[in-house]
């Protein structure tokens, strides 16, 4: 699948799940129930033990229309071994200059951290195909991006922290293109305790927010056009 490709199929979904697991056996069972809830999308953290080969086998095992992304990269050789082990996405926490180039050299999708301005046009200019604002919770939330998006129309934003089923509708409606959600859907408990379908109900709730909140939009944006008055 081609960055381009991947890059819109994750606008379409919304909803990028931070799979963080204590075990490689308990992020694959992450990645069925939340594909199983209709998440198609995985970002496989590199905290997660043997994540390589996690992504290897979830890419290998759970056909090409799951996409498999890496999270947590923090340098360009890690980024490479990744897309090696079938990411078709990285994601990083932070701006590293170096992570970008290897993902855009090698023809895949990257995201990374940025929180400040400066940060978010320094990535969107380096090649970012979409910024992860992290952690945007810390600078207030959906005001927060609404405020970045001011200025910056034209850059696309992926807020990561804070993001729960209470503010996913303020985050979509401050501008996001998709939401990266860790903990409140990759549930670590419910795993542990062998509850999956926890995680497959909570993928359909984001997923219904997600929906409502970017109808809301359209709706609202046909309306204005509805009534703007017509010109001489």
């Known amino acids: 699948m081609d960055r381009e ?3 819109r199929r994750i606008e379409e979904i919304g909803v990028v799940p931070v799979v963080r697991a204590s075990s490689g056996a308990l992020a694959v069972r992450a990645g069925r129930a939340l594909c199983a809830g209709g998440i198609e999308v995985l970002e496989i953290t590199m905290t997660v033990p043997d994540a390589l080969a996690v992504m290897h ?7 090409s229309n799951v996409l498999v992304g890496a999270g947590t990269v923090l340098t360009a050789d890690a980024a490479r071994a990744c897309i090696e082990a079938g990411a078709q996405f990285i994601v990083s926490p932070g701006l590293d200059l170096e992570v970008i180039r290897a993902a855009r ?3 895949k999708a990257v995201f990374p951290g940025a929180l400040t301005p400066t940060e978010v046009i320094a990535a969107w200019s380096a ?14 939330g959906a005001k927060y991006l609404r405020a970045l998006r001011g200025p910056l129309p034209h850059v696309k ?6 993001v729960n089923l209470a503010t ?19 549930d670590a408990s419910a795993l542990e305790a062998g509850c999956d379908e ?5 993928a359909r709730e984001f997923l219904a927010v997600v929906r409502s909140a970017r109808a809301g939009i359209e709706e609202r944006a046909e309306r204005s056009r509805r009534e703007a008055p017509e010109e001489a």
């Not at 086998?57 to 056909?63: N, P, Q």
């Not at 090649?127 to 207030?140: E, I, N, R, T, Y």
């Not at 934003?157 to 804070?162: D, I, V």
């Open 5 to 7: 490709h991947v890059v």
């Open 57 to 63: 086998e979830i890419t290998s095992r759970m056909g």
């Open 105 to 107: 050299e090698l023809g």
């Open 127 to 140: 090649g970012a195909d979409a910024v992860k604002v992290f952690p945007c919770s810390a600078m207030g």
């Open 157 to 162: 934003m992926l807020p990561t922290g804070g």
């Open 168 to 186: 996913a509708r303020e985050f979509i409606e401050a501008g996001a293109v998709a939401l990266g959600v860790g903990g409140e859907l990759v």
């Open 198 to 202: 926890v995680l497959t109900e909570r």
